[in-house]
């Protein structure tokens, strides 16, 4: 987790991998538009060594429309490209705001 300056709660946890979309949607406020977000795990490996697990926020609108599964596993180069064809762009929210967004908005979270 990064650190960042937000202007409600000051420094800050920042939550990475979270959908330019969703994104819009909590800076805009009450269009309400995103009302399910799918964490999608992608593990990383190099080679048959497991590295780390990265989450993802995704709409589940932007999930179904893809096709998407919640766990992809990448071990090379090529394997993250395949999954860069479809995978929506992501950027970090404050983690206090992400929160907050998610309880106020009522929002479902949807996992494996
Ligand atoms: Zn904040």
């Given amino acids: 987790m990064g650190l960042a300056f937000c202007k409600k709660h000051g420094e800050t946890g920042i939550t990475p991998n979270i959908s ?12 309400g538009k995103i009302q399910d977000i799918c964490i999608v795990n ?5 080679g048959d060594e497991y590295l780390y697990t990265q989450e993802n926020y995704i709409s ?24 860069n064809v479809f995978f929506p762009e992501t950027s970090g929210m404050c983690s206090a705001c992400f929160k907050e967004y998610i309880i106020s908005r009522n929002i479902k979270l949807h996992g494996c």
Avoid: H, P, W
């Fill in 60 to 83: 589940k609108a932007a999930f179904d429309e893809a096709g998407m599964n919640f766990e992809y596993i990448i071990t090379c180069e090529e394997d993250e490209e395949k999954i």
């Fill in 20 to 31: 330019v979309e969703i994104c819009e949607d909590q800076s805009k406020g009450s269009l």
């Fill in 42 to 46: 992608i593990k990383i490996f190099d």
